[in-house]
């Protein structure tokens, strides 16, 4: 693939460029999520004096807020959100899932847990695409293959997603099946779609099932250029065996990303299996929550008693502006007090860890020493 070059490997890891027109992205990488074009509590300064070089934005979030329509006037969501490093946007599929909706296809009620009767769900999907009612305002959508690769024309970024139907874990195999042949016709219509030089990512679904994550992603490599895996949450082992299963199934020239996961670990047995890129709101979600990245592993609960006195930095071996001139205490008092200034100290820190740690693998591949860097 013209894009994507892969410049060294050690074992399965491996260090690549991805070329995008706006700028070229290195790999094995981290995409920060800013769901609704902002990383949460960072600026694009902010962003770019850390060194991240690639953001996620969500198609089915901005179409319903300020739409895509706007941003579009704006120049794309570079311009709209100050960003002028490369973007990826996800196809808007995993909303379906995301919503707590269980995807039996084509019906429109579904019994919750401890419900006694059928309740109304927020969404249906057909053949056709996926009927929204709105989470903001009820309002109802439908978003289709075509509808999402057209926003993200629309939105501009330089990585975008096919439409996908992200299967629940609990689906059966038979009801799996049936949800990747509808992932297959949805990226035959993205492809039909698609009428920009956005590099355009093919999703692997299948849940657990070998055989039906092989099929997926035999259809994926042959009709894409890059390669996105489906994950699942909760279960680590389970997740490599995926990606064990998958790689071998799709050409090495062509970037692979691994959606939604992006802990410490996730990342070290993904690019230890092949994997390119990543992205996950954990830095974020943690750093609101009172949890820190510090080296090599471990996180820090700033909510313990145990740092309301203590002077040192989150993490003595970081070099970011937040460790760098704040305390534990200091950043614990904010967090109990409800500073906005906490949110952004936090997650400053957290995005530089995880930006920084993709910079030190990156180093180790090159110099054919990643399992000692994980410490294998």
């Known amino acids: 693939m013209k894009n994507f070059k892969i410049l060294h490997k050690d074992g399965k890891a491996r260090v690549g460029e991805l070329i995008t027109p706006h700028g070229i992205i290195e790999t094995p990488n981290f995409n920060p999520v800013g769901t609704q074009a902002a990383v949460k509590a960072l600026s694009p300064k902010d962003l770019k004096e850390i ?42 599929g995993f909303q379906v899932f995301s919503l707590g909706i269980a995807l039996e296809h084509g019906s429109s009620k579904v019994v919750g847990k401890g419900d006694s009767e059928p309740r109304p769900r927020l969404n249906k999907i057909t ?11 009820g309002s109802r959508y439908i978003l289709t293959p075509e509808k ?17 139907d992200h299967e629940s874990s609990k689906h059966t195999h038979d009801e799996m099946l049936k949800s990747i042949e509808l992932t297959k016709r949805w990226g035959l ?3 039909k779609a698609h009428k920009t030089n956005q590099l ?11 055989d039906l994550r092989v099929r997926s992603a035999k259809f994926t490599d042959k009709n894409f250029e890059a390669i996105a895996i489906g994950g699942i949450y909760g279960d680590r082992q389970k997740l490599c065996e995926i990606i064990d299963w998958v790689v071998p199934q799709v050409s090495e ?17 993904g690019i230890e299996r092949g994997i390119d890129l990543f992205d996950c709101v954990a830095p974020t979600r943690r750093a609101r929550n009172g949890s820190l990245y510090v080296y090599p592993d471990r996180i820090l609960n700033l909510r313990q008693s145990r740092f309301t006195a203590d002077k040192k930095p989150i993490d003595p071996q970081c070099s970011c502006y937040t460790c760098a001139n704040f305390s534990r205490a200091y950043l614990r008092h904010l967090f109990f007090a409800g500073e906005i200034l906490y949110h952004q100290l ?31």
């Open 51 to 92: 060194g991240v070089q690639i953001v996620l934005a969500n198609t089915y979030h901005l179409m319903l807020r300020p739409g895509a329509d706007l941003i579009e006037k704006f120049g794309g969501l570079h311009k709209f959100m100050g960003w002028d490093k490369p973007i990826m946007t996800d196809s808007g």
């Open 200 to 210: 355009m990512y093919g999703v692997v679904h299948g849940g657990t099932h070998k």
């Open 346 to 376: 936090a997650t400053y820190h957290n995005i530089h860890f995880m930006t920084n740690l993709v910079k030190d693998i990156r180093e180790a591949i090159k110099e054919d020493r990643f399992n000692k860097l994980r410490g294998t």
């Open 189 to 191: 219509r993205s492809l």
């Open 253 to 269: 020239e062509k970037p692979r990303h691994l959606l939604g996961i992006g802990e410490v670990e996730d990342l070290f047995n």
């Open 148 to 164: 999402s690769i057209r926003i993200q024309a629309q939105l501009g970024a330089d990585l975008i997603v096919a439409f996908d």
């Open 127 to 137: 053949e056709d695409g996926v009927t929204f009612q709105s989470h903001l305002d």
